[in-house]
Nanobody
Framework: QVQLVESGGRLVQAGDSLRLSCAASGLPFSNYDMGWFRQPPGEEREFVAGIHWNGGSADYADSVKGRFTTSRDNAKSTVYLQMNGLKPEDTAVYYC???????????????????WGQGTQVTVSS
């Protein structure tokens, strides 16, 4: 049974930093590209960042480029999202997701990902 478990979300102030973690089990983690998505209140789920199976490349939404960094530790079956310079508009439930690796670019559509975590709430106060 595949499980993705996010952690690290909490209430922070604008300008603060936060690191989210997503621990995977039940799948050969190093064979999977990983994605981070978020869903603000009342809005649709949107792509935040993604990283290839071997950590060799990553991609980011324009809204977080230069502030967020994703990384992975395949030995620990964990992917991370380091978030710096947080803004109130970053408030959302953050999800990690997994898809079997591909040789193309990082996929940014939620429908491209087969497995999802339960999400972790990030709230940024102004």
């Amino acid at each position: 049974q595949v499980q993705l478990v996010e952690s690290g979300g909490r209430l922070v102030q604008a300008g603060d930093s936060l690191r989210l973690s997503c621990a995977a089990s039940g799948l050969p983690f190093s064979n999977y590209d990983m994605g981070w998505f978020r869903q603000p209140p009342g809005e649709e789920r949107e792509f935040v960042a993604g990283i290839h199976w071997n950590g060799g490349s990553a991609d980011y939404a324009d809204s977080v480029k230069g502030r967020f960094t994703t990384s992975r530790d395949n030995a620990k079956s964990t992917v991370y999202l380091q978030m710096n310079g947080l803004k109130p508009e970053d408030t959302a439930v953050y999800y990690c997701a997994a898809r079997f690796f591909s040789w193309g670019g990082i996929r940014s559509s939620p429908t491209d990902y087969a497995y999802w975590g339960q999400g972790t709430q990030v709230t940024v106060s102004s």
